[in-house]
């Protein structure tokens, strides 16, 4: 069945380093690729997506490519801040609607030292 | 826009209690959500609501869970009884073509 691999945490890095949660994912079809985020004490929120291969989603400075030939949707942050200390969650909608379930990765935490 | 409403935040029960979580999605969104997030993983979907429609429930243990959305608005979700490994994040979440919203969720613990 469709599946989203993602790298264990937690990450820790110090304030203005660049970030990198790798992401991989099994899926039969065309499925959306999404990134949420976490923040403590608090709901999932949607950090970004991307609908098809090649798209790119972006949001508050992270970014995240659809490749399909790799399977991957990896997340990268040219420059983290202490704000950004959150759990990330990658996550693919099955028949790549929105009004679809969403199957998640595990979970990455990131800590960022200031 | 006002977020997807859950209460309550946090409950805790013994185990073979019943408890009962409630979730008012956003506004005209028709799809509806129920995941479960144990600690340490990612949300697992329970059941999918179109409206007031059953879309999806192949994951809910249905012998102890049960879920309802009347009139396609609000929706309810019981455990009876409950069992210690039912402890986790109950999160509700709804959506449309833009992207599924999730509410803060309703931390369980079984005792």
């Known amino acids: 069945g469709n599946s989203v691999t993602q790298m264990e945490g937690p990450v820790t890095l110090s304030e203005e380093a660049f970030l990198t949660i790798n992401c991989t994912y099994t899926a039969t079809g065309y499925p959306s690729l999404f990134w949420y985020v976490q923040y403590p004490g608090e709901g999932l929120q949607l950090l970004l997506k991307?609908?098809?291969?090649?798209d790119k989603g972006s949001n508050k400075g992270f970014e995240a490519t659809y490749r399909k030939e790799t399977t991957s949707f990896h997340l990268e942050k040219g420059s983290v801040q202490v704000s950004d200390s959150a759990v990330y969650f990658c996550a693919l909608s099955e028949y790549g609607g929105a009004t679809n379930k969403l199957i998640f990765g595990t979970g990455t935490l990131l800590a960022v030292q200031p | 826009e006002a977020g997807v409403a859950q209460s309550p935040r946090y409950k805790i029960i013994e185990k073979r209690q019943s408890v009962a979580f409630w979730c008012n999605p956003i506004?005209?969104?028709?799809?509806l959500y129920w995941y479960q997030q144990i600690l340490g993983q990612g949300p697992k979907l329970l059941i999918q609501f179109q409206n007031n429609g059953v879309v999806d429930d192949s994951q809910l243990p249905k012998d102890r869970f049960s879920a309802e959305r009347l009139k396609g608005v609000d929706s309810t979700l019981k455990i009876q009884p409950a069992k210690l490994e039912d402890s986790a994040v109950y999160l509700c979440a709804s959506s449309l073509e833009k992207g599924t919203l999730f509410g803060s969720g309703t931390r369980l613990t079984v005792v």
């Open positions: 506004s005209g969104h028709a799809t």
């Open positions: 991307a609908t098809k291969a090649d």
